[in-house]
Every structure is written in C-alpha cells, then in structure tokens.
C-alpha cells in the first residue's frame, strides 16, 4: 500500500545519549543490536530512504523511552523537555517537513511545566501530541506519579483545550516490581514487562473517572492495545460481579466503553493478523492505526506484513492512512 502514515517511531539526540544508560537494552537484546539501534535513533536520512523504500509517506517521530519521564530533578527534566523539542524540531521535521512529524516530550514532574510545553509544541513548534512513557519517576528510581493521579490533571485540562492526542507508550516496571522477571530479564522491557505495566496503566486512566470530566480526550496505544482487546471483555465481565467491591475508580461508564471512545490503537511491533482482527472486532477498524516502532523494529517488516495482510483494502486504506490523516488534521 501507497502513502502510509507510522507514529511510534523514535528518535534520540546527543543530550538523551548523555542521560540514559542502554547497557541493560544491550544485555537483552545483545550489543549488536543495540549498536544499530542508537546509530538510527540519531539519523533522519537514512530514515526517510526506509520510509521511501516502504511506501510510508509521513512519520510521526517521538523521543524513545524513558525520556524525561526518568529524571528525577524537576527543573533539569523541564529543561530536558524543552531542549528535546527544540532539537527534534530543528535536526528532524525541519529537514524533512512534508515526511516528519512529532510528538512533544512533556516533563510531568510538574504538571504545570508539562501543560505549558506541550502548549508551545504545539502551537510554535506543530507538533501534532505529546508522547509520554509511561509512569513519571518522583524523588527516586523506584517511585511512580501515574498520569490518572490528581497532580496530573492539571495537564489533562490543557491536553483537553488543545485537543491533541497523547500517545502512552511503555515503560519497565518499577525496579521493586520485578520480582516476578528474576532469572529472566529479557522478559522485562518490550518482550513482555512493558505489555504488562501500560495496559495497567490505561486501566488506571479508565477507571479514575478522567475521560468523563475530558471527553474529548484522546490516548493511543501502541502493540495492538498492549493486549487489551483480549483481556479487557473479562476485565469488564469481573469488574461488573465485584461492583460492589473496593477500589474500582470513579468511572461512570464501562472500560470497554472508553476503550472504544477514547483510545486509538495501533499495529507498532506487533505484525500479527489475527491480533489485527481481534482489535478490530473490538474497537472497530476507524480507530486501528498502522505503525512501525523503528528502529527497535524494521519499516520493511511492517510494510511487507500489512501491505498482504488477509484484510479488506478498505480497511488496509483507513488502518494505514486515513485514520491518521483525521486524527492529527495532516
């Protein structure tokens, strides 16, 4: 297929490179790998050839994980944030304007900060959303500000006014949450931790009553929902027999409801055609996105799995295109 749009795709920068470790990436994935990995983060060239290769027209580009949600000093990831924009403004989307686009790095140490940046991102930088992973580290390594959690609201109100959507992409769990991953430390990050810890986290967002104070708002999922358009009918099955029961948020509406309202999910690392199908059924194919995750994953992979996937070129044409082009106004 022609003139497909991709939005998980990561970037770095020099100032990202001088702030986070990738040994453990390395020993999961192995040094090779890696190496590959962090040259590509780095270029836009080479990017859009692999784009023109594939048949992918535009590529929304965001700061790969943990990004500023992992510092712990407030003004240095506000700093961070701001930095961050400007560079892929400047080092990206300027170079190539008509085939890059971006999310905003937001600093949700403050909220205010957050809301504020997102808002210049958007406005005098065009950027199309914000992209956060995950839980936001407060104090310490091992402490979690999730983004249902009152503090954060005050950024909602301002993603809300924008109307942009924000994409919740992975983290790892917290480090005193990986007794379970002892042994076996390629299943923390994207082989299967990160799964885990973000359809958690959107349950949370669903349950807290968030969407129905913020209708308009719009989250995206990356990996066909992180599993969630299996699991959540008997989520929402349990949830209903323990209506009764403690700690069920202050939701005034069903989880597969918000699901199907207020989220987008799309195919990023996950090329498989009946957990396509099953989202759809879910979901509905109006709110499927095509998306890559390069350079963890292969543009040609992704191309060549969807372009012959067994659904109707209807549908190949929205999930690949249109859908975008409606969401971010492209």
């Known amino acids: 297929m022609k003139g497909k749009i991709v939005l998980e795709e990561h970037v770095s920068s020099e100032l990202n490179n001088s702030v986070w470790d990738s040994s453990g990436e ?11 990995v962090e040259w590509r983060l780095l270029d836009s060239d080479r990017r859009v050839e692999e784009m023109d290769e594939n048949a992918i027209d535009i ?26 924009n400007d560079y892929i403004r400047e080092r990206f989307v300027d170079k190539h304007p008509s085939r890059l686009k971006a999310f905003a ?5 403050s909220p205010a900060a957050a809301a504020d940046e997102l808002e210049r991102a958007v406005k005098d930088l065009g950027f199309v959303g914000a992209l956060i992973n995950g839980y936001t580290n ?84 990356g990996h066909l929902g992180e599993g969630l358009p299996l699991m959540l009918p008997r989520l929402q099955h349990r949830l209903n027999m323990q209506r009764e029961g403690v700690g ?33 059924s879910e979901i509905g194919v109006d709110r499927m996105l095509f998306s890559a995750d390069y350079p963890y994953e292969s543009m ?3 191309s060549t799995w969807f372009d012959n996937a ?13 859908n975008a082009l409606k969401l971010f106004a492209l």
């Open 138 to 221: 407060i104090g310490n390594v091992d402490s979690a500000q999730y983004l249902d959690e009152s503090p954060v609201w005050e950024f909602w109100e301002r993603v809300a006014a924008l109307n942009v959507p924000v994409y919740l992409h992975p983290r790892e769990p917290l480090p005193s949450q990986r007794r379970i991953y002892e042994g076996y430390p390629s299943l923390v990050g994207s082989a299967w931790g990160f799964a885990h810890e973000t359809a958690t986290h959107a349950i949370r967002l669903m349950l807290s009553g968030l969407f129905d104070k913020y209708p308009n708002l719009t989250v995206i999922l």
């Open 105 to 109: 790095t937001v600093a949700l140490q």
């Open 310 to 322: 067994l659904i109707s070129d209807n549908d190949r044409m929205k999930i690949g295109r249109e």
């Open 300 to 302: 040609k992979t992704a």
């Open 26 to 36: 390395a020993a999961r994935n192995g040094q090779a790998y890696m190496d590959d």
């Open 248 to 280: 069920l948020g202050n939701a005034k509406q069903s989880v597969g409801h918000y699901l199907s309202n207020n989220f987008y999910l799309t195919t990023a690392g996950h090329f498989h055609t009946k957990g396509l199908l099953d989202s759809i």
């Open 59 to 84: 590529s929304i580009v965001s700061l790969t994980s943990p990004g500023a949600q992992g510092l712990l000093d407030t003004k240095k990831s506000i700093d961070f944030a701001r930095q961050t």
